[in-house]
Antibody, heavy 120, light 110 residues
Framework: QVQLVQSGAEVKEPGASVKVSCKAS????????IYWVRQAPGQGLEYMGR????????DYAQKFQGRVTITRDTSISTAYMELSRLRSDDTAVYYC?????????????WGQGSLVIVSS | QSVLTQPPSVSAAPGQKVTISCSGS????????VSWYQQLPGTAPKLLIY???KRPSGIPDRFSGSKSGTSATLDITGLQTGDEADYHC???????????FGGGTKLTVL
């Protein structure tokens, strides 16, 4: 079955970087875009960026330009999201989700989420 | 502030019907498809409705979606206690060239 399995929780100090992974299985990794979305405590969902695993092309939300980098390793069907210069308000659950590029922008499968806590 | 506007909370009794609204603009809902996600407490979001009104396999027909102009609506009939969750609408904003979400609506089944 289709699965997106994310890396575990992280605790980081302000100013550090965090890299979250999202391993795909049960489908052709390069056939679907991978999106990254975060959810701060008690808040809604927020788009961060996405990658096309077929070629590696990326797109980032303006808010995160310069701080977020999304990459992929097709040999292990894994996408990564790295967020740098962490602040306390980056404390959130980070989700990856897949989207079929020929569809109408819906996410049909999500990872389980990775909690990132930024605290000194 | 979210680009799409949802009511923070709605509530209804078991067996009743509830409607959750999602308001946008001509650059997002007005010209793009809407999807809805159900997020049970402590879990990841799950696709509930896509392409405005289609249900993925396994989603009961108690859940239905619609779109009119720059607003979308999620209807849930025959409410069950297991429907208590946060519901999020999502679309693409063509001016921002980005995916946008509503702020989410917490459904309480009294």
């Amino acid at each position: 079955q289709v699965q997106l399995v994310q890396s575990g929780a992280e605790v980081k100090e302000p100013g550090a970087s965090v890299k979250v992974s999202c391993k795909a299985s049960g489908y052709t990794f390069t056939a679907y875009y991978i999106y990254w979305v975060r959810q701060a405590p008690g808040q809604g969902l927020e788009y961060m960026g996405r990658i096309n695993p077929n070629g590696g092309g990326t797109d980032y939300a303006q808010k995160f330009q310069g701080r977020v980098t999304i990459t992929r390793d097709t040999s292990i069907s894994t996408a990564y999201m790295e967020l740098s210069r962490l602040r306390s308000d980056d404390t959130a659950v980070y989700y990856c989700a897949r989207m079929w590029p020929k569809g109408n922008f819906y996410f049909d499968k999500w990872g389980q989420g990775s909690l990132v806590i930024v605290s000194s | 502030q979210s680009v799409l506007t949802q009511p923070p909370s709605v509530s209804a009794a078991p067996g009743q019907k509830v409607t959750i609204s999602c308001s946008g603009s001509s650059s997002n809902i007005g010209i793009n498809y809407v999807s809805w996600y159900q997020q049970l407490p402590g879990t990841a979001p799950k696709l509930l409705i896509y392409d405005n009104n289609k249900r993925p396999s396994g989603i009961p027909d108690r859940f239905s979606g619609s779109k009119s102009g720059t607003s979308a609506t999620l209807d849930i009939t025959g409410l069950q206690t297991g429907d208590e969750a946060d519901y999020h609408c999502k679309t693409r904003d063509s001016s921002l060239s980005a995916v946008v979400f509503g702020g989410g609506t917490k459904l309480t089944v009294l």
